[in-house]
């Protein structure tokens, strides 16, 4: 069961929106295959943009990254929600008022750029609190930020991804640090700008010219569940943080209308598949067995993921995955699914 039809999935969009950790490089290396893909997207012509929620770095300075790494582009095709977030407060407060940043320079640039102004303490009497990932964050921002929000500044967070991917494995992200403030503070933010919220998809997806926009991601809680509000179909690459335990538990408003191992699925029918399909297709069957989910057959592991998705899905909760034979057993293993749990 390929993607459409038998067809290339890139052939059916006009632009293709990119989320960067996780599915163009991991911290700062390219995943394999990455720079190959977006080359054979401008060989073709196609649009691409970039949405991060990485607030960390400023648009052009992440284009001056990607194009290090061999995938040369434009500040104006990258989308990143610290400059979102100034351009937020930038609508709601008078001209040089001071902004209380958490976060690295890349955000009090962004603020300076739409004539804020940064500061550190509360007792400049910040207007706003601006919350973004930075790798120095520590507890005397923190505690300055939750004085301020105290006092009465409007709270806005960046973005609030749990963790972040790394060749090590997740490492604490913005909203990890985000959730020490609602711990102190007993009170979510006032406004989270990035993923999973709409805005920076609905910005990349006006780029299309009316045609239609995918978004590729590796993380249900934020890529899909945004692309999902912002009406856009979305492929989950498991390259990054989201793998099939977490695909099979998915609650509707974080399912992907894709799945590939890497962005080869935008070229190779074979290497993608939509997983709303039926739960016996490609050479793979999954019955119910005494409350159990037992996958069977041989064929793509990808059907047989779409298979147990399709399953899973309809079940009213997730149920444990049993392999029959050895090959199902090896397919649940390619996606870290482990057999009986």
Known sequence: MSADAGGRLID?????????DGVI??????????VEAVARLHAEGRAVAYATNNASRRSSQVADLLTRMGVPARPEEVLTSAAASAELLRDRLPAGAPV??????????ELRAVGLTPVSRADEKPAAVVQGYGPQVGWAELAEASLAVRAGAIWIATNTDRTLPSGRGPLPGNGALVAVLRTALERDPDVVVGKPES??????????????A???GDRLDTDIEGARRAGLDSLLVLTGVSRGPELLAAEPRRRPTYVAQDLAGLFDP??????SGPADA????????????ELAGSGRPLDALAALCAAAWSAPTV???????PDAARALESFGLPAGG
């Open 12 to 20: 059916g969009y006009t632009l293709v929106v990119f989320d960067l």
């Open 25 to 34: 490089y991991l911290i700062d290396r390219p995943i394999p295959g990455a």
């Open 100 to 109: 209380l940043v958490v976060g690295a320079e890349a955000l009090r640039a």
């Open 199 to 212: 805005a920076l998809f609905e910005t990349a997806a006006r780029r299309s010219d009316g045609g239609r």
């Open 214 to 216: 995918l978004v590729v």
């Open 270 to 275: 074979a290497a993608v598949v939509r997983v």
């Open 282 to 293: 490609g050479g793979w069957s999954v019955t119910d067995r005494d409350g159990a989910l």
């Open 319 to 325: 149920p444990q995955i049993r392999p029959a034979g």
